[in-house]
């Protein structure tokens, strides 16, 4: 049983088969007739438009339903609800507080579960940010993709699909906010060791992308105060791409302009970032008809 909780879940030819399964100039309609769940227990723009659309592209029908509705662990067990929606859908996406949700759910292996966007992991994000700079760039490999600003979910998924196929990436985040010991330990595991540079400068210095996301993250709401003082001196501006005057500027959104982005950088030149929201259907498409390409395999 295939699943997607993160992109250490995907060997490096997954991970190329989902690229090109999402770029392709036309979908066979594998999802014909067949349901994919669609829980968020968090809000989203890009994340349910780009899958519910991506299921529609492969022919299926997208049952959106609130994490509110369904009451994970309140109303009854993720793995009670996995066998439940199981009985109606192909596939479980789910965007969820706690990753281990989607653990469980997984672990019931009755139909493959996508990572929505987790307090770990981001994989769809990464899939369409690695499609964004091979379509901007030519490759990934022996790119230098810079991450500016708190090393998160979307963070550690990026570091990933970068390490995997072939690029540098710079993690640079104020101390408190670096990589955490059991995602180095995930990210080795899979051959990546991501450099760690403090000095925001410096990480940007020759890059090819540069790339942030919000410093305070859903679920981070009542940090908000500490955490916007704590990344003083991280914000990506005019100054900082400067040292890269070459560099795509990305950022998963939503953005906050003027906090961890200037809004001549997001909205300038150098900025990427619609591309990028684009690749999202085109990630989704792809990890979708991937996994029916492994439901197909099953059922051989
Ligand atoms: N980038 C992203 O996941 O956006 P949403 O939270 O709007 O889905
Ligand atoms: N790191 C952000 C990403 C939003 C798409 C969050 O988890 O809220």
Not at 147 to 162: I, R
Not at 226 to 234: A, P, Q, V, W
Not at 243 to 252: G, L, N, S, T, V
Not at 269 to 282: E, L, M, T, Y
Request: charged letters at 25%; a negative charge.
């Amino acid at each position: 049983m295939r699943h997607v909780l993160d992109i250490d879940d995907l060997t490096k030819q997954d991970l190329e088969r989902i690229l090109d399964l999402g770029l392709a100039a036309s979908y066979n309609k594998t999802l014909a007739g067949k349901g994919v769940a669609c829980i968020f227990e968090k809000p989203s723009t890009r994340t349910r438009n780009s899958t519910e659309m991506a299921v529609k592209q492969l022919g299926g029908h997208p049952v959106y339903i609130t994490g509110v509705e369904i009451g994970i662990d309140v109303r009854e067990s993720a793995s009670d609800i996995a066998n439940t929606l199981a009985c109606y859908h192909e596939v479980i996406c789910a965007r969820v507080y706690d990753h281990q949700v989607l653990e469980r759910m997984a672990k019931s292996n009755v139909v493959p579960v996508v990572n929505l966007l987790s307090d770990r992991a981001h994989p769809l994000q990464a899939i369409a940010d690695v499609m964004t700079i091979k379509a901007e760039l030519g490759s990934v490999a022996n790119k230098t993709v810079t991450y500016v600003g708190d090393t998160n979910n979307v963070a550690v998924s990026l570091a990933f699909a970068v390490g995997a196929l072939g690029g540098e990436i710079r993690l640079a985040s104020p101390s408190g906010y670096s990589l955490v010991e059991d995602d180095r330990q995930r990210l080795e595991a899979a051959g990546v060791v991501p450099k760690i540079v403090e000095d925001v400068s410096e990480a940007v210095e020759g890059a090819d992308v540069v790339y942030t996301d919000t410093w305070v993250s859903m679920g981070q709401e009542d940090e908000k105060e500490k955490r916007l003082s704590d990344f003083d001196g991280y914000m990506v501006d005019d100054d900082l791409m400067a040292r890269a005057p070459e560099a795509i500027f990305m950022h998963c959104l939503p953005a906050h302009r003027n906090e961890e982005v200037a809004a001549s950088v997001i909205d300038g030149p150098q900025s990427r970032v619609w591309v990028q929201a684009k690749h999202r259907q085109n990630a989704a498409v792809g990890v979708l008809a991937w996994l029916q390409e492994g439901a197909d395999l099953g059922s051989e």
